[in-house]
């Protein structure tokens, strides 16, 4: 019965410390919004946030789109809809110049097998846009 309660916890803590990173970014996404606006434009005519997201940056979209429904209305945003897309992994090889993409977390080299691979993009969340209405 212990083993059973003590996985259970594990398994508790692992999702709420996995919530908490997409929490921490919806957070961030709403204060970058919020500095970004120019004075004659409130939060609240926010209607929509573009946002790119990084493969790298392993984001569940849908618990991070949850989460931002959550607190938009605490941010005085909640007519604001989040719209997220994902950025693909680029990487160039410092040995032979090739630039590829990946999808498995595999960094090598297609063309000449080298793991001396620099990552150009796919990290990163940026607000990319955000639309308001005219008051």
């Known amino acids: 019965m212990d083993s059973v309660f003590c996985a259970f ?14 929490l921490y970014i919806a957070q961030c996404i709403l204060n970058s919004a919020r500095e970004a606006l ?11 946030l573009q946002v790119q997201v990084g493969q790298l940056d392993a984001v569940d ?24 897309e994902t950025v693909g992994v680029k990487c160039r090889c410092e040995v032979c110049a090739h630039e590829f993409g ?9 063309k000449c097998g080298s793991g001396r691979v620099k990552v150009l993009q796919g990290r990163g ?7 308001a209405e005219e008051s």
């Open 38 to 48: 120019p004075d004659n434009i409130l939060p609240e005519s926010i209607r929509k």
């Open 125 to 131: 969340i940026t607000l990319t846009r955000i639309i």
């Open 61 to 84: 979209s849908e618990n991070l789109i949850f989460l931002f429904e959550a607190i938009k209305s605490s941010q005085g945003m909640s007519g604001a809809e989040l719209v997220l």
């Open 102 to 110: 990946i999808d498995a977390p595999l960094f090598l080299c297609p």
């Open 9 to 22: 916890i594990h398994v508790v803590c692992f999702f709420r410390i996995d919530f908490l990173h997409e």
